[in-house]
């Protein structure tokens, strides 16, 4: 009941654990007002740098997901259950979170594909960076992510827009606004779930996500500042769509809280680590593969990672 995880919420032990967990999220979801501060410099992309970042992301989230959130999944179960069937359970559970992930994912891509079909057909009489047309005129997929795309878009814009395209402009920012909100909840679960185990293992993840958030905000800010001329309001509504990451940690802490099963954070913890994965597989590393030229510069920056969280978890050990 919420009522019993809100009074949880209070005590000393749970404070201990749980307060700094939110901090974390509330940190990761931040970074995209920081993203939104940049309409006030950006004129343009630095794409490689922006995949090479991705790579380290991708690198530190699929490394804590597989070597020690999918651990302590396991262990969470086996308080309840006997050791084969908590494995199965965590794995079961660690797909799951991918199934999930992949369906949000989906949806995300719906919302910017419907986005860039509007730019796509001349509604704001703006030729979309990254699309080519073919001698039918229909234009073919875009080859940067969805982000850089609608960045890129609104950079490309001529002149003054008028007010129709600034209509579709603050239309348009509401859509990404709402894709990278659906986007961040899941990167909110995760980064409470690593969190609340262990600050070792939260701090480097929250930089990661941090870092990938950055755009995100980015691609909210652009259109808003386009379409109203008002850097003070591209800036928050920049910042508000980094909310859905505190957003992830509550929804995880109402499902599972000290009044839950030991079972139900193990199942959390799981498929949080498919969440992970997932969108480090479909959505960083392909951009950082489309972003960088040089294929072995993602591999570094991706085992550049994982050696950070690799660190972090190996001085939280000797510490112990």
């Known amino acids: 009941p919420l009522a019993s995880a809100v009074d949880a919420l209070s005590s000393p032990a749970v404070r201990s654990a749980a307060w700094p967990?939110?901090?974390?999220?509330?940190?990761?979801?931040?970074?995209?007002?920081?993203?939104?501060l940049l309409v006030c410099f950006v004129n343009k992309l630095d794409r490689r740098l922006s995949g090479l970042t991705m790579a380290?992301?991708?690198?530190?989230?699929?490394?804590?997901?597989?070597?020690?959130?999918?651990?302590?999944?396991?262990?969470?179960?086996?308080?309840?259950?006997?050791?084969?069937t908590a494995y199965l359970l965590s794995t079961l559970?660690?797909?799951?979170?991918?199934?999930?992930?992949?369906?949000?994912g989906e949806l995300v891509h719906t919302v910017f594909e419907q986005i860039a079909s509007e730019w796509r057909?001349?509604?704001?009489?703006?030729?979309?960076?990254?699309?080519?047309?073919?001698?039918?005129?229909?234009?073919?997929?875009?080859?940067?992510?969805?982000?850089?795309?609608?960045?890129e878009s609104v950079l490309a814009a001529r002149n003054a827009p008028s007010e129709a395209e600034r209509r579709e402009l603050l239309r348009m920012s509401t859509l990404i606004g709402v894709a990278i909100a659906l986007h961040n909840i899941p990167e909110g679960i995760a980064t409470y779930v690593a969190s609340f185990h262990s600050l070792q293992?939260?701090?480097?993840?929250?930089?990661?996500?941090?870092?990938?958030?950055?755009?995100?905000?980015?691609?909210?800010?652009?259109p808003v500042l386009r379409g109203t001329g008002s850097q003070m309001a591209a800036i928050f509504w920049g910042g508000v769509s980094g909310l859905a990451e505190p957003l992830g940690a509550l929804l995880a802490y109402l499902i599972v809280n000290p009044t839950s099963s030991e079972s139900s954070f193990g199942a959390l913890f799981a498929a949080s680590a498919g969440m992970m994965v997932f969108v480090?597989?479909?959505e960083l590393l392909?951009?950082?593969?489309?972003?960088?030229?040089?294929?072995?510069?993602?591999?570094?920056?991706?085992?550049?990672?994982?050696?950070?969280?690799?660190?972090?978890?190996?001085?939280?050990?000797?510490?112990?």
């Open 21 to 36: 967990a939110f901090a974390m999220t509330l940190a990761a979801g931040s970074s995209t007002g920081v993203g939104a």
């Open 56 to 84: 380290f992301s991708s690198g530190v989230m699929v490394y804590v997901s597989l070597v020690e959130v999918v651990q302590v999944s396991v262990e969470k179960f086996e308080l309840e259950h006997a050791a084969d």
């Open 93 to 104: 559970c660690f797909f799951l979170g991918g199934v999930l992930m992949a369906l949000t």
């Open 121 to 151: 057909v001349g509604r704001l009489d703006i030729e979309t960076p990254g699309m080519e047309s073919d001698e039918g005129g229909a234009s073919n997929v875009p080859q940067v992510d969805p982000e850089s795309a609608a960045i």
């Open 201 to 222: 293992a939260g701090v480097p993840l929250t930089l990661a996500i941090a870092v990938h958030n950055i755009p995100e905000g980015l691609a909210v800010a652009m």
């Open 280 to 282: 480090s597989l479909s």
């Open 286 to 320: 392909p951009a950082a593969y489309r972003d960088t030229p040089s294929p072995n510069a993602v591999a570094r920056a991706f085992f550049a990672g994982c050696l950070v969280m690799a660190s972090s978890l190996v001085l939280e050990r000797l510490g112990r």
